[in-house]
C-alpha cells in the first residue's frame, strides 16, 4: 500500500513538472541567425516546387526509359519536396522545445524514411521500369 502511494505521487509530481524552461512571462530564446534557414532555404523550396510543374509535363510527353536522366530528376524532387513539406509539419507540431524526446525522435526517423525512399527510388529506375513508366501503367489499367 505504501509503495503504491510511493509510486502514484511520483508520478504525480513528474506529470506536473512544465514541459518549458522559465514562466509563461519569460521571452522565447531565438535561434542564431543563418542564410541555410533563411532566404536561401525558402527560395531552394520554391524553385522546387516550381520545378515540378516543367518536371511533370516533360515526364508525362516522354518516356522514362527514353530519357531516364528525367524519370531520376522526377523521382528525387518528389521525395524531397515531400520530406520538405513532412519537416515543416514536424518543426510546426512536433517542436523539441515542446517534445523534448519524440521532436527529434521524430525528425530523425523522416530523415531516414527519406534516405530508404531515395535508395528505393534510385533501385526502382535503375532496376525496373521506372517512375514514369509505372505512372503510364497504373493510368491505362
Known amino acids: 500500500m ?3 502511494l510511493i509510486a502514484r505521487s511520483t ?3 513528474a506529470l506536473a513538472q512544465p514541459v518549458y524552461k522559465g514562466t509563461v512571462n519569460d521571452p522565447t530564446t531565438f535561434p542564431p ?8 532555404h525558402w527560395a531552394f523550396e520554391r524553385l522546387l516546387s516550381a520545378s515540378l510543374v ?10 522514362g526509359s527514353n530519357y ?10 518528389l521525395v524531397i519536396h515531400s520530406h520538405i513539406g513532412f519537416d515543416a509539419c514536424l518543426v510546426d507540431y512536433v517542436h523539441k522545445r515542446k ?15 527519406t534516405v ?3 535508395v528505393g527510388v534510385y533501385q526502382f529506375n535503375t532496376n525496373d521500369i521506372g517512375l514514369t513508366e509505372l505512372i ?5 489499367a
Do not use: C, E, M, N
Request: glycine content about 8%.
Open 2 to 4: 505504501a509503495a503504491a
Open 11 to 13: 508520478v504525480q509530481r
Open 33 to 40: 541567425p543563418s542564410r541555410a534557414h533563411g532566404s536561401y
Open 54 to 63: 516543367p518536371l511533370t509535363v516533360a515526364a508525362y510527353v516522354t518516356t
Open 68 to 77: 531516364p536522366v528525367i524519370d531520376g530528376l522526377l523521382g528525387v524532387s
Open 99 to 113: 517534445f523534448p524526446v519524440i521532436g527529434p525522435v521524430a525528425t530523425w526517423t523522416l530523415r531516414a524514411v
Open 116 to 118: 530508404g525512399v531515395l
Open 136 to 140: 503510364a501503367k497504373v493510368w491505362a
